[in-house]
Nanobody
């Protein structure tokens, strides 16, 4: 199972960025999630979306600024990031959950893609 996150880059504080994740076709019935890992820190949950896209969950640190969405017809998931802060700087990973509904625990996810670097600076 392969996932590929893309769309990272360098953005100024307060700016926006949209990440994309190409998910396998077989993941259309699974929840999907975004995690991130900053230098020297553990990987942390950012957001998730249920298999139909009807339920989303977010970490408190990104709630109100980040939006997770998915397009099952295209096998894609997205992370729209607005009002970016320096603390959002990290490598962002997308993952396929073990079930149709997922939570914030990394162990709830079975497959992980390679990350994409997001750097927020002034």
């Amino acid at each position: 199972v392969q996932l590929q996150a893309s769309g990272g880059g360098l953005v100024q504080i307060g700016g926006s960025l949209r990440l994309s994740c190409a998910a396998p076709r077989t993941a259309s019935n699974n929840a999907l999630g975004w995690f991130r890992q900053a230098p020297g820190k553990e990987r942390e949950f950012a957001g998730s979306i249920s298999w139909r896209g009807s339920i989303t969950n977010y970490a408190d640190s990104v709630k109100g600024r980040f939006t997770v969405s998915r397009d099952n017809a295209k096998n894609m998931m997205y992370l729209q990031m607005n009002s970016l802060k320096a603390d959002d700087t990290a490598v962002y990973y997308c993952a396929v959950a073990r079930s149709s509904f997922a939570d914030s625990r990394p162990e709830s996810y079975a497959y992980w893609g390679q990350g994409t670097q997001v750097t927020v600076s002034s």
